[in-house]
């Protein structure tokens, strides 16, 4: 999505200063996505089977505590897990990558009070600093109890919308910090092995899991049920969306994106009237 | 308009071998005090000022170094100008973990990547275990830079980012003369054209 080249093609942008026409494409991927979201989250089926893989990795391994991950539980409470879990959760409810990004951010940022409030309180007892040792793991902890639906999905919709040259060198350090955070997170909850956890010698990885899949399955048969109505009731509204029409297509095409953009600007006259 | 180059820097070593406080060290001696609040040490943004007026600001990264991160460091040096491996003196089995890195950079990273080996808690000179002559040695072998460093004291903390920042800031103006369209003028990153495949799990289930 190059708005930064297109749109100086347009006569009102010609004399516009860099910063200007920065500030416009930023508002411009905020109205587009917004618009095209339901197209642009659901038409991607790469990003839904990562989806349901995640969400059987969280039913998988509903038993993990803070300990699995060497994370001294008597630090942590519950509490602040659900609440950094929640602004996670925000991210469905946002349908720009930029908002995406500050939930993940926020996200982050709970999680890091959290490990320093603890810091301070220990601070006599010379614990020595929190950084990514500490944060990464607790991390993938709200991950696992937040079980955030169509994470993947999300994840894919910033890496293809932001634009790019913003997301990898405009964007602040830290929605670029903790974007990668997520996808390392994302990538260890899927790739996990019995290995990969501190496991005491009476608990075996497998009969854990065989135990928690029974656990939430006997609870979530309703819910899936549920979400699967809601995908139907959506195709049937939304005829136009499904089909031939691919994602890539639409981006790599710059004849319907500027077909796009006079669109939007069309819009904007006919509001100010 | 003349901004300033930024450079992505991370820093790599086994966990607890003193990482984390050595990037909080060298962000510290900005901050007063009472500001340390706002200080969180997973990613830190300072400038350095180079000889000859130059200035260049560092993103250092914090990567988590425990084992089982492992195999996903890859995630966190990609277009990393910079990386700085930090061992632990009194730990014999921290220093082959840095010719580990070492390896994986040369072979994984950008082939510019600039290295900077810390020898870290030197403060516990008596408890050492690796000499540090070999360590010199070995960071020469591999044309990179070592120091000796104590997040503690505060000692050789600077000196180290510094050289860092004049590394990466050397292999940018090369860059920059070898193929001027290639430099990014917003940054010191070079453009780079990368097959930007999905990540694909090689196991989709996780058991």
Known sequence: MLFEETLPKYPCWRSA?????????????????????????????????????????????????????DINPASIDQNSIAVAGNQLRMIGKCTSPRDKLICISN???????????????????????????????????????????????????????????????????????????????????????????HLQADENFKELVKLSKKKTQATQTSVEDKSFRELELREMFSPAYTGEISVGHFISNPQELELFISDYFALLTIKKK | MDSVKEFKIVTLGEGRVGKTSLTLKFARNEFHDNEISTVQANFIQKDVQLDGGIQVRLNIWDTAGQERFRALAPNYYRQANGAVIAYDITDAGSFNKVKAWVKELQSQADKDISIVIAGNKCDRESERQISAQDAI?????????????????????????????????????????????????????????????????????CC
């Open chain 1, 17 to 69: 200063k860099y910063s200007e026409i920065e500030e416009a494409s930023e508002v411009l991927e905020f109205m587009i996505t917004k618009e095209k979201y339901d197209l642009l989250m659901n038409s991607d089926n790469f990003a839904k089977e990562l989806d349901e893989s995640l969400m059987r990795c969280y039913q998988n391994l509903d038993f993990i505590e803070l300990r699995h991950l």
């Open chain 2, 137 to 205: 040695d070995y960071a020469n072998s591999i044309n990179a830079a070592h120091f000796n460093s104590s997040a503690k004291s505060g000692k050789g903390v600077n000196e180290l980012y510094t050289e860092i920042a004049r590394r990466v800031y050397a292999v940018h103006q090369k860059n920059a003369k070898a193929n001027p369209q290639l430099s990014n003028s917003r940054g010191g990153r070079r453009v780079r054209v990368t097959n930007d495949e999905p990540q694909k799990p090689k196991n989709k289930n």
């Open chain 1, 107 to 197: 996200c982050f940022r709970i999680i890091n009070s959290k490990l320093y409030e603890e810091i301070i309180s220990n601070a006599h007892q010379g614990t020595s600093v929190h950084g990514a040792d500490d944060s990464l793991p607790l991390f993938v902890y709200v991950l696992l109890k937040a079980k955030v639906p169509k994470l993947f999905s999300n994840f894919y919709f910033i890496k293809n919308y932001r634009y790019k040259p913003r997301r990898e060198y405009r964007d602040p350090v830290e929605f670029k910090y903790t974007f990668t955070s997520l996808k390392i997170a994302m990538k260890f909850i899927l790739e996990i092995k019995s290995n990969k956890l």
